[in-house]
Every structure is written in C-alpha cells, then in structure tokens.
Nanobody
C-alpha cells in the first residue's frame, strides 16, 4: 500500500521557521524523486521544491530560494522541508509527492500526501 504522510505544519510568526516532514512508503523509496508543493487559499497548487533520488540534486521555485531547504534520508524513507525566514505569503497547505521522473510538473507525480497546513502570521 502506497502512503505519503506529511507532518510538521502549524502557526508561526513571520520571520520564524518550521520543518515539514514527509514519510513515504512507495516501494523502493530511493528510486523516487520527491517534491513539495503548496496551495494557498484561492490559488492553484504550485511547485515549491524537489530532490533527486540520491539527494544530490535539488531545485526550488524562485520565491523560496535561500529560505527553504529540501533534504531526504533514504534509510528512513523520509523527506524534509526546512523553511526559514517565513513570510505571510508562504501560508498554504503543503503537499509532499513522489515521482519516478525528474520534473516540476505536478501531473507527473504519482503519489500524494493529504497535506499539512502552514500559517504565517504578521
């Protein structure tokens, strides 16, 4: 059974930090690229960050570069998103997803979690 489960969301003040975690049971976890997406109220879901199967390659949307860091631990089947210097515009539901190809396009991600809410207050 494929499962992707996010955790770590919450309420934080602007300028603060949060670390999101994603536990994935998707077969051979080390064979999957993993991504984080987010959906703000009234907006479409957007790509945030992705990491290659080995962890050697990472990619970020411009708006989070220098503030967010994606990482993974293949021994634990975990992916993380460290979010620093949070802004009100980072408020969204954050989703973790898995894909077998290198892509930002959400249509190519096969497995999705249920999402975790991140709220940044001024």
């Amino acid at each position: 059974q494929v499962q992707v489960v996010e955790s770590g969301g919450g309420l934080v003040q602007a300028g603060g930090s949060l670390r999101l975690s994603c536990a994935a049971s998707v077969g051979t976890f080390s064979g999957y690229y993993m991504g984080w997406f987010r959906q703000a109220p009234g907006k479409e879901r957007e790509f945030v960050a992705r990491i290659s199967s080995s962890g050697a390659f990472t990619d970020y949307v411009d708006s989070v570069k220098g503030r967010f860091t994606i990482s993974r631990d293949n021994a634990k089947n975990m992916v993380y998103l460290q979010m620093n210097s949070l802004k009100s515009e980072d408020t969204a539901v954050y989703y973790c997803a898995a894909t077998t190809i290198t892509t930002r396009a959400e249509r190519n991600y096969n497995y999705w979690g249920q999402g975790t809410q991140v709220t940044v207050s001024e």
